[in-house]
Structure formats: structure tokens, C-alpha cells
């Protein structure tokens, strides 16, 4: 069956522009996670869509924002763009919110602020 | 907070030799432990993952990892290694009483294996 499917693969944008990613989960799984990667921060929790609710929440500032439709899938958004906003973003999906069933991930869109 | 070490972050090996990737985490609340590999330009590839039971638990491609409660250690080892292992591997914690999927990461390990 399809993975996890993120679009576009890569993207550049200019500082103060905005940006949403998009991400299709695996069949069957209604949970959406979202995190940044990046050299000096690693991998940071973003986000965590179920049932079309924002569940769970890391520790990012506003201009990031996100939302589930009733397909399960996923859009990621961020505002006013800055240089550090530059990263790997990873959409992950899961059968449910339950800890136990563990992710998987999309292969991931890299995001250039310039 | 959850927080996980990962005491290396990079390990070089000859091919065919054992290895060991350390993470030791933070809490000794109950937990849900992961490892992922992530190779060059993708996403991350679940290896394994502890849940409950038997503390040794074995995952795809011939890793394994031991989930040690006291140490609060979840060590990813493999008898012998191939050229196609070397990639990045994070070490994750999940908390059994939060709801939801959040996962904490580590900072990485890289495995790089020499022939």
C-alpha cells in the first residue's frame, strides 16, 4: 500500500512569504504528526492531528499552524517566514493517538527560506 | 520533560563487525521506546520499537535492541554490519500517560561502516 506522501519534495521561498505543505497519510491511519528537522535543533515535535483536532502541540511559535480535513489528510502552514524556518519538515501518520502504534513517515519536504 | 541521549554521534565500523548505538532517556515514568534510520534525503524508517514484555526486542534488518528500566537504556545493537547500514539512527521516547503520538528524539547517531 502507498507510505506516507508529502508535497512538494522541495521548496524556496523569500523571507516574510508564506508556506503549507501538504501530507497524505497511509490508508486507514487517521493520525497526523508533524515535525521539524534541522542541524542545530534536530527533530521537534510540531504538531499532532486526529479527527480533524489539533490533540497535541510542541513548542513553536504561531506562525505555524496546521489542520486535518475529514480525509485525515494534513496541511501545514507557516507565516511570515523566517531564515530560520529553513528545514527537513516530516509529516508522520498512525492508526490512532494511542502511543503504541508508532509512526511512519514521509520521505519529508525540504523547505529553503532565502 | 522526556529528554533522550544518545551518547554518540558518530560510530565508525568495519564492515562485518558488531556495533552498539547508545540512548539512555530521562523519565522512569512508563514509556514507549523507538528506533528509526534515516538514510540521506529521506523520511525515517521505523527499526523497532518497545512496548511492554520481553526486554530484548528484535527489529527489521538484523537490529535488535535491549530496554534496560533501571538504567532507563534502550541500546540498539547488531552482531555484524554491511556497508548498506551506514545512515543517521535516532533513538525516540514516547509517554505511555500523554495522550496522543508525541515522540522526543534524540540527536542522532551516525553509523558509518568502512570496508
Known amino acids: 500500500k502507498a507510505g506516507v506522501t508529502q508535497t512538494p519534495r522541495y521548496l524556496i521561498k523569500t523571507r516574510g512569504q508564506q508556506v503549507t505543505l501538504s501530507c497524505s497519510p497511509i490508508s486507514g491511519h487517521r493520525s497526523v504528526s508533524w515535525y521539524q528537522q534541522t542541524p542545530g535543533q534536530g527533530l521537534q515535535f510540531l504538531f499532532e492531528y486526529f479527527s480533524e483536532t489539533q490533540r497535541n502541540k510542541g513548542n513553536f511559535p504561531g506562525r505555524f499552524s496546521g489542520r486535518q480535513f475529514s480525509n485525515s489528510r494534513s496541511e501545514m502552514n507557516v507565516s511570515t517566514l523566517e531564515l530560520g524556518d529553513s528545514a527537513l519538515y516530516l509529516c508522520a501518520s498512525s492508526l490512532g493517538p494511542e502511543g503504541n502504534y508508532g509512526y511512519t513517515f514521509g520521505s519529508g519536504t525540504r523547505l529553503t527560506v532565502v | 520533560a522526556q529528554s533522550v541521549t544518545q551518547l554518540d554521534s558518530q560510530v565508525p565500523v568495519f564492515e562485518e563487525a558488531p556495533v552498539e548505538l547508545r540512548c539512555n532517556y530521562s523519565s522512569s515514568v512508563s514509556v514507549y521506546l523507538f528506533w528509526y534510520v534515516q538514510y540521506p534525503n529521506q523520511g525515517l524508517q521505523l527499526l523497532l520499537k518497545y512496548l511492554s514484555g520481553s526486554t530484548l526486542v528484535k527489529g527489521i534488518n538484523g537490529f535488535e535492541a535491549e530496554f534496560n528500566k533501571s538504567q532507563t537504556s534502550f541500546h540498539l545493537r547488531k552482531p555484524s554490519v554491511h556497508i548498506s547500514d551506514t545512515a543517521e539512527y535516532f533513538c525516540?521516547?514516547?509517554?505511555?500517560?500523554?495522550?496522543?503520538?508525541?515522540?522526543?528524539f534524540g540527536a542522532g547517531t551516525i553509523l558509518r561502516v568502512k570496508s
Open positions: 525516540a521516547v514516547s509517554d505511555v500517560e500523554e495522550y496522543g503520538n508525541k515522540l522526543v
